[in-house]
């Protein structure tokens, strides 16, 4: 991902974060296959793992077992108008918040481990739902069950972009905070992240 210096975070804590607030990512390789799922970040120590699950009968979690994926995160985006500018002679450009992780994908696929990926999944999504998982018919269950491979993803690399305006002049990223803060909620977001990360907001 091309990355300039001032728009590269590599603060740990801040990129998992931003990870779990935009989980619905994209996995992609290899032959330029792609498919969009929610996952989870987890924490093993030291090592950030993803994790989530396939429906069975999509072929492209059989092309990445063993390979390198990549997974891409995307946060909020927005237009930024050149009006924004003290100089006359600008343009507009879009500021945008991704993540990029790299690991080779491991399947899971025995039955208690993929009912602990659709129970970790709910609980984080909504925990009500896990009783009356838990309370449906074995054979159901595991039919559903039958029907996905999980997966896990230890990562070994990530990549942070946030694109929020950080090497324009004080008061033109006064002013991009003060649009995105009356705008849209992906402004709204793209505002709050310019508070946290950018001095003399």
């Known amino acids: 991902m091309y990355t300039p ?25 290899p032959q330029l296959q792609a498919t969009h799922l929610p996952l989870m970040v987890k924490e093993e120590g030291e090592q950030i793992v993803l994790l989530g699950h396939f429906a069975r009968a999509n072929p492209h979690w059989a092309a990445l077992v063993g390979h390198e994926t990549l997974v891409v995160f995307t946060g909020p985006h927005s237009y930024v108008s050149p009006s924004n500018y003290t100089e006359p002679l600008s343009v507009p450009t879009w500021n945008y918040i991704a993540i990029h992780a790299y690991g080779t994908l491991e399947v899971v696929e025995d039955e208690p481990g993929k009912n602990d990926l659709v129970e970790a999944l709910v609980q984080v999504n909504e925990p009500a739902y896990r009783d009356q998982w838990r309370a ?8 559903m069950l039958a029907g996905i491979v999980g997966f896990r993803i230890p990562v070994t690399r990530l990549e942070g ?6 090497n324009r002049a004080e008061i033109e990223r006064r002013n991009v905070h003060a649009a995105h803060a ?14 946290r990360l950018i001095p003399q907001i």
Not at 5 to 29: C, K, P
Request: no cysteine; charged share 25%; hydrophobic share 40%.
């Open 5 to 29: 210096t001032f728009n590269q975070v590599t603060d740990r804590n801040v990129l998992i974060e931003a990870m779990r607030a935009y989980s619905f990512a994209i996995l992609f390789g």
């Open 161 to 166: 972009k946030f694109k929020i305006s950080q």
């Open 136 to 143: 449906m018919p074995d054979g159901f269950r595991r039919t």
């Open 182 to 195: 009356a705008g849209s909620s992906d402004e709204q977001e793209l505002a709050r992240w310019m508070e």
